[in-house]
């Protein structure tokens, strides 16, 4: 990427509204500014926490010209379209609450993406003063069991246990609808709702605003991206490859079948189904892996 003359400038990416961006010019004064952006042509492949370089074509507004490499990317797709999710973050965090109950689905396909993009994942099981809390973290046991961490929280009683996990990340909360995301934001940023109006004004319409991702400063090195709530999260953009390396219990086992090209599904001596009948690999695990090689195979 060409180096930023005086006409160009870089901007990091903290709104994306369909065709229209967000974003904050990366300038040397402290209060950075925040302008409103669109790209050239029909192209809108940009998301939340993308650096991008731009040209101002008025004090509040530019044309974004093109974006830097990304270090993560994380999107959805099924076989038509893809969405961008977020653009550089280091760490997905996987909202679910005590009730309603959660789709267990769903926590896979975010576990799925996160580990294809190489994004840390993190399980937070929100709502922990309402229902049977110990029942939900049963559910979650088999996800312990893999390594990941599992937060119990109440976003609405106390945010603090969240707070240290967050630091030196870029974290993007992501989850169904009415699991918490806004209520988590809003505890680690009290003064959002001044915020929020900010990034309207300055994208002058408002009427977008409720399908948008942000980018909030929780400080110096640590960020959020609160992302609208998912009731799919479609994965045709990962290959067998990609998908067996995904489900990390794997690993271990991956290129000990009997066949080079095992997909794991129900090939002989696969050293993947022998480890679920030895009870090394879940079977739950193995029949989420086979529904989605199912679904990329259509
Ligand atoms: N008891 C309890 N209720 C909570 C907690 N966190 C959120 N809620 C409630 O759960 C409901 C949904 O919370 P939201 O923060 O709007 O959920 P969301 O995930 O942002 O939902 P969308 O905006 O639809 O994506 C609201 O009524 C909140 O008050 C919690 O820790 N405990
Ligand atoms: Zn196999």
């Known amino acids: ?33 925040e302008i409103s952006c669109v ?81 840390k994942p993190l399980i937070l099981l929100n709502k922990c ?39 030196g990340h870029t974290s993007v909360l992501v989850g169904q609808s009415g699991m918490g995301k806004s209520t988590i934001t809003n505890a680690l940023l009290p003064e959002l709702g001044i915020r929020t109006q900010e990034v309207s004004t300055v994208l002058d319409s408002g009427k977008h605003t409720t399908t948008a991702a942000h980018l909030y400063h929780l ?22 490859e990609a998908l067996e390396h995904a489900f990390i219990e794997f690993r271990p086992y991956l290129g000990k079948c009997r066949f080079n090209n095992c997909r794991h599904l129900k090939e002989p001596d696969c050293a993947i189904s022998n480890a679920v009948n030895e009870g090394k690999v879940s079977s739950e695990r193995w029949t989420y892996f086979k529904n989605l090689v199912g679904e990329i195979d259509r």
Do not use: W
Request: with cysteine; proline share 3%.
């Open 129 to 167: 003063d309402i229902a049977d809390k110990e029942s939900a973290m049963q559910r979650l046991a088999l996800y312990s069991s893999l390594g990941y961490q599992v937060l119990p929280l109440s976003a609405k009683e106390d945010i603090s246990p969240l707070k240290p996990l967050l630091q």
């Open 39 to 119: 790209t050239r042509g029909k192209k809108t492949d940009l998301a939340c926490g993308d650096i991008v370089n731009l040209k101002l074509t008025d004090t509040h507004e530019a044309v974004i010209e093109g974006y830097l490499p990304r270090k993560t990317l994380l999107y959805r797709s099924n076989a038509y379209r893809s969405k961008f999710l977020a653009a550089n973050v280091t760490q997905m965090v996987i909202v679910l609450a005590t009730s309603p109950s959660f789709y267990e689905e769903l926590l896979n396909r975010c576990l799925i993406a996160a580990e294809a993009a190489g994004v």
């Open 219 to 240: 400080d110096a090195n640590s960020h959020l991206i609160d992302s609208p709530g998912l009731q799919e999260f479609g994965l045709n953009h990962l290959d067998i």
């Open 1 to 33: 990427m060409k180096a930023a003359t005086r006409e160009t400038q870089t901007g990091l990416v903290v709104a994306a509204y369909g065709k229209r961006y967000g974003v904050e010019l990366q300038d040397e004064s402290a209060s950075k500014r």
